[in-house]
């Protein structure tokens, strides 16, 4: 086939939304946060419009959830960049019955424009990230960042599976 030439695919190909800091803003610190909130507002969006009891419904063995997914995740980023203690881990994947999609969505988000104000304030990512007292020495920013990225996208990926089961929606 020629160079000019592109194969055809069998359905159209979709353009990726790459056009925010991570993609247009120099520096580590852009780069890392771009990808971070890429993956924020993708998870975000995996549990948008999933109904009751569907969202909160565990899809998989574990117990894991859609709902839970974004429970989790704000409790991670309020350990990791607020400094707050998580007193168990596990029981964050566990929404309560009277938490509600709206309310937990709209605590991630603050807790993201939280963390993003405090990493906004973050000049050498060699320093140290904040850390509940008691906890041993803090890591640094770049690999909280770094971490947050791989946790973040690590759940997206259970999200894209779990929403695949309830109603078939795909991609990002």
Not at 28 to 37: C, P, Q, R
Not at 43 to 70: C, F, H, M, Y
Not at 73 to 91: A, C, M, N, T
Request: charged share 25%; net charge neutral.
């Amino acid at each position: 086939m020629p160079a000019t030439e592109r194969p055809t695919s069998p359905r159209p190909r979709r353009r990726r939304k790459d056009t925010g800091p991570a993609w247009t803003s120099p520096g580590e610190k852009a780069t890392l946060v771009g990808f971070l909130d890429y993956l924020r507002d993708s998870i975000a969006g995996k549990v948008a419009d999933v109904p009751e009891p569907q969202v909160r419904t565990a899809g998989v063995p574990s117990g894991t959830s859609l709902l839970g997914l974004i429970r989790h995740l704000g409790h991670v980023e309020r350990f990791y960049f607020l400094g707050e203690p998580i007193v168990d881990l596990r029981r964050t994947l566990r929404p309560d019955p009277q938490e509600t999609v709206d309310g937990l969505l709209a605590d991630y988000r603050e807790t993201i424009a939280r963390a993003n104000e405090v990493v906004d304030g973050w000049t050498d990512l060699a320093g140290p990230a904040p850390r509940p007292p008691g906890r041993g020495l803090p890591p640094t920013q770049r690999w909280v960042l770094v971490h947050m990225i791989e946790e973040t996208a690590r759940h997206a990926g259970h999200a894209d599976i779990l929403r695949e089961q309830i109603d078939g929606s795909t991609g990002r």
